[in-house]
């Protein structure tokens, strides 16, 4: 297995008996969604942010690849929760924000929240019209990484996009798409209001297709789209502790979170 490039290491830790599983996005690395996942165990509660495979080496390994690999994994993390959780949440950024919403409508009540930021879930219109041919004639493009307003702050990501890689994540966008009205958990969706990697409208189709009753939107005033590490992080994170607790609330589970936070957990 080719090195992991360092920051890009998977993050677990152990706590009550409500687990969050984590989705990083496409070219990404768990490292885009670190500190959200640290502010969670802090939290008191079980925490996996799994590396996606072909992710967080070299671009190179991602062309073998493709969103049934990347969609596998998360779904094993999700079940590894299920064992050792009562309840578990599944958070995701981006493309993660897509696997989180497949996970949603294929698992049901085994998954009792969604948390989802800037979830892209279409594919440009241009860029999809070149890549079906275009994979086979270019080995990849620019990457997209780094899409963040705050300063001093670094996406740990390719530089480049392997185009194979880009037809799969363009498919699953379909699949995705097609299997919303299954969604029908609470969802906490957060989307920037300026982003140049995923439209807003995404965020609005989401929103309009899911059969969810429970759905808050959060418009991010001050962040592009590598949210989780600009200037709105920590009102994510806040959103997200504060949308666990409201649905754990009176569970065994938030009694033992709680006392997990209270001995310093």
């Not at 008996?17 to 670190?34: E, K, Y």
């Not at 919403?101 to 279409?122: D, F, Y």
């Not at 299954?182 to 300026?194: A, D, F, I, N």
């Amino acid at each position: 297995m080719p090195p992991i490039l360092p920051g890009a290491e998977p993050y677990r830790r152990d706590g009550s008996a409500t687990g969050v599983l984590l989705c990083h996005g496409f070219t990404g690395s768990p490292q885009s969604l670190r500190p959200w996942a640290e502010d969670l165990a802090q939290h008191g509660l079980t925490v996996s942010l799994p590396l996606l495979p072909g992710h967080g080496t070299r671009w190179e390994d991602m062309a073998m690849t493709g969103w049934e690999d990347w969609y596998a994994t998360v779904d094993r993390e999700l079940r590894l929760l299920r064992e050792k959780c009562e309840t578990v949440f599944v958070c995701g950024l981006s493309m993660g924000g897509a696997l989180a919403l497949r996970l949603a409508a294929l698992h049901g009540e085994a998954v009792r929240g969604l948390v989802v930021v800037n979830p892209s879930v279409t594919f440009p219109r241009l860029q999809g019209y070149a890549v079906p041919a275009g994979r086979f004639l270019v080995r990849s493009v620019p990457g997209i990484t780094d899409d963040i307003a705050k300063g001093g702050r670094h996406e740990l990501g390719y530089a480049r996009v392997p185009t194979r890689a880009a037809y799969s994540l363009r498919a699953f966008h379909r699949v995705v798409r097609r299997d919303l009205p299954e969604v029908t958990q609470p969802l906490l969706l957060l989307h920037s209001r300026t982003d140049h990697v995923v439209p807003p409208s995404d965020s609005a189709l989401v929103l309009g297709r899911v059969s969810s009753t429970d759905v808050t939107e959060t418009v991010l005033e001050h962040s592009f789209h590598v949210a989780t590490l600009d200037h709105d992080a920590t009102r994510i994170f806040a959103d997200t502790r504060g949308f666990v607790d409201r649905l754990t609330a009176g569970t065994p589970a938030a009694a033992a979170q709680g006392a997990g936070a209270r001995d310093g957990a």
